[in-house]
């Protein structure tokens, strides 16, 4: 039986506050930015909100390389104005998460710094090793950001590891110490009234070994780091004598996990993670990696969430993130049906078993970037990968291709929020370009205008928050093809059926009951859906659909 959970019932709201709001003209969104726009965040309906990193950084990888996990970042503000965002949300009852970046630190970190030194005693807080002899590094393992994963360091004549950017050291799990100083910030942040953490990359922190790995496309070695004993018990340990402790939920960023290692993950026994992002439907228009898309095919993705919903007892859903383009440029069409399918994609996500993450202008149908090249791109991965495939020869217009579909820079263009100058989102010159097309999208058009991409989404969460059969009812498939994906969600004697079509064509979709909210209006069903028109039908009493 699923036990009822606060966190289960509420809607996150993803933040990357570098592009959220700039309240002092600097060009970087801030924390003080974010007060100012919790109003409207209450007002669309979100409950809780996961800020990603505001710790002190040099920026590498935008935050997620952290120098100093009890500070805030002074391009972000005060630690001060940290508190005051965790107040005023608090009184307007949304509750703050912070991201866990604990796989690796920055360099700059000052463990890391001191770990140099040999004979230091933080030199086991991070994994260093001497070379293979030959100028070669310790093992032939590959890196998440298309770079060699060992770093060589003069000072110390050894290499350290790390999985990500150049700048992101791994640190030890080995080393017992690593894992007081976890659970040391863990407990930092929960005191100053924090109500959980998504956590990042949690899933690779303790390496088992570093033999080498077996050849791969990608991620050569991660046999030997991916879901292992040594991590299941480190998670089990945060939660005995930390989380437990506290009113607050995990959910955890896990790579390449298979349905059986995401339940060992989030059993509610085994006390590990309340929940887990998972990748696979992220993955189903790509090919091998995301740089080399292939066309979206609804059967794929459909059967692929089908199959993660019926996998675990409770899901983190989510279409967008900071690392991901925009769900409408990418799943339905900006172009001719850029509100339909906006508004399709959101049905889908408030209507799924699990809790819905919603990432900042995902609400107002945010496009992906329309930059013209790579200047104008600022992601580190971006660049080494656009680095690479130079260095492969492939073609000019094909890499630029490559990244226009899978830039994680897609996602980070600032919120729209007006149609004044840069969207309103700064005073001064943005850190990146606001995407052009900010006139015709923008918040405040679209809280004016009642059938506006976020008015649906405010009315989906508020038809959410109080359904006991949206909440917790069960979900089972009704039909999957090329266009249309339907399903049902039931408890007791009620049930939903979602009818969703994904193409542009009009279908027949031969299903009953009282309409309750479509992207096209209206108050009866047809039997027939227009171009990405969404419908969630009610049923009082369940009768088997009539034609399937
Ligand atoms: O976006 C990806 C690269 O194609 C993913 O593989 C991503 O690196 C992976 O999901 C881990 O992401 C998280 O950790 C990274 C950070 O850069 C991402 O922003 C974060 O979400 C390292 O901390
Ligand atoms: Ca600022």
């Not at 993803?14 to 965040?41: A, C, E, H, T």
């Not at 703050?96 to 001191?114: A, G, P, R």
């Not at 017992?176 to 690779?204: A, M, T, Y």
Request: with cysteine; glycine share 6%.
């Amino acid at each position: 039986m699923t036990q009822p959970k606060w966190w289960k019932e509420r809607v996150v709201y993803q933040i990357y506050p570098r592009s959220f709001y700039d309240s002092n003209g600097d060009g970087i969104g801030d924390i003080p930015g974010i007060i100012q726009k919790l109003d409207v965040l209450k007002d669309l309906g979100v409950g809780v909100l996961w800020l990603s990193p505001v710790y002190c950084s040099p920026n590498e990888d935008n935050g997620y390389d952290i120098s100093d996990y009890r500070n805030i970042n002074p391009e972000f503000g005060t630690m001060a104005d940290m508190e005051r965002l965790i107040a005023e949300a608090n009184r307007r009852d949304i509750r703050i998460v912070m991201d866990l970046v604990v796989n690796h630190t920055s360099k700059e970190h000052e463990w890391f710094q001191k770990s140099r030194d040999k004979n230091s005693p933080y030199r086991d807080y991070y994994i260093w090793r001497p070379g293979k002899g030959g100028g070669k590094p310790p093992n032939n393992w590959t890196s998440f950001f298309a770079e060699d994963c060992w770093e060589y360091d003069e000072q110390s004549g050894e290499y350290y590891l790390h999985l990500f950017a150049r700048g992101m050291p791994d640190l030890n799990y080995h080393n017992p110490r690593v894992v007081e100083e976890v659970k040391d910030i863990l407990r930092f942040w929960l005191n100053k009234g924090v109500s959980g953490f998504r956590c990042d990359v949690i899933n690779v922190i303790y390496k088992t070994s570093l033999s080498d790995g077996k050849k791969k496309f990608i991620l050569t070695g991660s046999e030997h780091y991916i879901s292992q004993p040594g991590c299941h018990k480190l998670l089990q340990e945060f939660r005995r004598e930390v989380l437990d402790g506290y009113d607050c939920f995990t959910v955890g960023e896990t790579v390449f996990v298979t349905p059986q290692m995401g339940r060992d993950l989030c059993d509610p026994e085994r006390k590990e993670l309340d929940m887990i992002f998972t990748f696979e439907h992220m993955e189903t228009d790509q090919f091998l990696v995301k740089w080399f898309k292939t066309r979206f095919q609804l059967q794929k993705f459909a059967k692929t969430i089908a199959t993660w919903q019926a996998a675990l007892d409770w899901n983190a859903n989510y279409l967008e993130n900071h690392d991901q383009p925009r769900s409408v440029s990418r799943f339905g069409d900006d172009k001719t049906y850029w509100k339909e399918s906006a508004k399709l994609l959101l049905t889908m996500l408030f209507t799924l078993r699990g809790t819905p993450y919603l990432y900042q202008g995902q609400e107002i149908g945010m496009t992906n970037f329309d930059f013209s090249s790579m200047d104008d791109i600022k992601d580190v991965e971006s660049h080494n990968v656009y680095r690479l495939a130079t260095k492969l020869h492939l073609p000019r217009g094909y890499r630029w291709k490559m990244m226009q579909r899978a830039s994680r820079d897609n996602a980070r263009t600032p919120v729209q929020w007006d149609g004044s100058k840069n969207a309103g989102f700064t005073a001064g010159a943005p850190w990146i370009k606001v995407n052009g097309n900010y006139p015709r999208i923008n918040m405040a058009r679209q809280m004016a205008e009642e059938d506006s991409i976020r008015s649906y989404c405010k009315q989906l969460i508020a038809l959410r928050a109080s359904d006991e059969v949206l909440l917790y009812g069960e979900f089972s498939v009704l039909a999957v093809t090329k266009e249309l994906f339907a399903y049902r969600r039931k408890s007791g004697g009620k049930a939903y059926t979602v009818l969703l079509n994904f193409s542009e064509k009009t279908i027949p979709a031969e299903y009953r009951g009282k309409l309750v909210l479509s992207n096209y209006g209206g108050n009866a069903y047809s039997g027939s859906l227009k171009p990405y028109e969404a419908a969630l039908l009610y049923n009082e009493v369940i009768a088997p659909p009539t034609k399937a």
